[in-house]
């Protein structure tokens, strides 16, 4: 398996980073995780677009165009002959000394993985899956944004240490007013009737771009999609519940802290949107 590393594709083996690059050191960068499906790049556009955004905001600049981070996904997939893969496209600020001053840093870093991986057993998305809402609180929208797609995930993961405490796999987090914000790496949809609701982005929510292509989806669909804020009190209530994240594509949740949505078996209007999903996700894309 081939990795690129700062402009050279070396072997899964031989890809390393510096102890003293500040991705390491301080979480400080930027990345995505990109899905390919049967050769096609799904939304690369969006993820790149969104990339550069996390990146303007920490005043990272990256080493590269658009174009050219393209190019090199393309060639990434290329040289591991992959139709289906997870990408994980990572620029941290690169190497400097140990104090926190990233101008420092002599120049970012660049690292593209391509796995193929299946993310999720199939059985979850059967079965769906039970989540808890946690302690941990979702970063407020006015210090470090919530759209900051950064390599500081420390948050999600005490998140994710919560949820296995509690014996499920994710978890919900709320913002610091107690409404809804997200998974640990997935955002939530409930569905009450025709309605389908996510929290807004300013909430504390990652625009996700699973999350972005189901409200399109929905909407088609006919129903009756918005981006509202609600509490756990909604998602006890919902007639469905489910998450949606690059990794995950769109999972049902049948339990939230030990109560029963609906009939505890993935519902009608998930599953309807998930097999929508599947059935575009192959249609779009970068070649
Ligand atoms: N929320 C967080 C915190 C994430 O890390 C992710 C994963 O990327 C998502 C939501 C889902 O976003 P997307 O659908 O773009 O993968």
Request: charged content about 25%; overall charge negative; glycine content about 8%.
């Given at each position: 398996q081939w990795v690129y590393v700062d402009g050279e594709f070396v072997l899964k083996e031989d890809a390393k980073i510096s102890v003293y690059d500040h991705g390491f050191l301080y979480g400080d960068g930027v990345f995505e995780g990109i899905r390919v499906y049967n050769g096609n790049v799904y939304r690369l556009d969006e993820h790149l677009q969104r990339l550069f955004e996390s990146a303007q905001s920490i005043m990272?600049?990256?080493?590269?165009?658009k174009e050219e981070l393209t190019k090199i996904i393309v060639e990434t997939l290329q040289k591991n002959q992959y139709r289906d893969a997870y990408i994980r496209l990572v620029i941290s600020r690169g190497r400097g000394n140990l104090?926190?001053?990233?101008?420092?840093?002599?120049k970012p870093g660049v690292i593209i993985i391509a796995e193929q991986l299946a993310?999720?057993?199939?059985k979850l998305y059967e079965t769906g899956i039970e989540i808890v809402t946690v302690a941990s609180r979702r970063n407020r929208a006015d210090v470090l944004s919530p759209k900051v797609k950064s390599l500081n995930y420390l948050n999600n993961i005490l998140v994710k240490i919560e949820a296995n405490l509690a014996g499920v796999s994710e978890a919900l987090m709320l913002n610091d007013q107690g409404y809804v914000a997200e998974g640990s790496a997935d955002n939530v949809f409930i569905v009450k009737g025709n309605s389908i609701k996510t929290p807004p982005g300013?909430?504390?929510?990652?625009?996700?771009i699973t999350r972005n292509a189901i409200v399109e989806i929905a909407a088609e669909l006919g129903y009756n999609v918005s981006e509202e804020p609600f509490t756990r009190h909604d998602v006890y209530v919902a007639d469905e519940v489910f998450l949606t994240g690059t990794a995950a594509e769109v999972i049902a949740v049948i339990k939230v802290d030990g109560r029963v949505i609906g009939?505890?078996?993935?519902?009608k209007h998930t599953n309807i949107l998930l097999q929508a999903f599947r059935q575009r996700v192959v249609e779009e894309g970068v070649k």
């Amino acid at each position: 398996q081939w990795v690129y590393v700062d402009g050279e594709f070396v072997l899964k083996e031989d890809a390393k980073i510096s102890v003293y690059d500040h991705g390491f050191l301080y979480g400080d960068g930027v990345f995505e995780g990109i899905r390919v499906y049967n050769g096609n790049v799904y939304r690369l556009d969006e993820h790149l677009q969104r990339l550069f955004e996390s990146a303007q905001s920490i005043m990272l600049t990256i080493p590269h165009t658009k174009e050219e981070l393209t190019k090199i996904i393309v060639e990434t997939l290329q040289k591991n002959q992959y139709r289906d893969a997870y990408i994980r496209l990572v620029i941290s600020r690169g190497r400097g000394n140990l104090g926190l001053d990233p101008f420092t840093c002599e120049k970012p870093g660049v690292i593209i993985i391509a796995e193929q991986l299946a993310l999720f057993p199939k059985k979850l998305y059967e079965t769906g899956i039970e989540i808890v809402t946690v302690a941990s609180r979702r970063n407020r929208a006015d210090v470090l944004s919530p759209k900051v797609k950064s390599l500081n995930y420390l948050n999600n993961i005490l998140v994710k240490i919560e949820a296995n405490l509690a014996g499920v796999s994710e978890a919900l987090m709320l913002n610091d007013q107690g409404y809804v914000a997200e998974g640990s790496a997935d955002n939530v949809f409930i569905v009450k009737g025709n309605s389908i609701k996510t929290p807004p982005g300013y909430l504390g929510a990652l625009e996700g771009i699973t999350r972005n292509a189901i409200v399109e989806i929905a909407a088609e669909l006919g129903y009756n999609v918005s981006e509202e804020p609600f509490t756990r009190h909604d998602v006890y209530v919902a007639d469905e519940v489910f998450l949606t994240g690059t990794a995950a594509e769109v999972i049902a949740v049948i339990k939230v802290d030990g109560r029963v949505i609906g009939e505890g078996v993935p519902g009608k209007h998930t599953n309807i949107l998930l097999q929508a999903f599947r059935q575009r996700v192959v249609e779009e894309g970068v070649k």
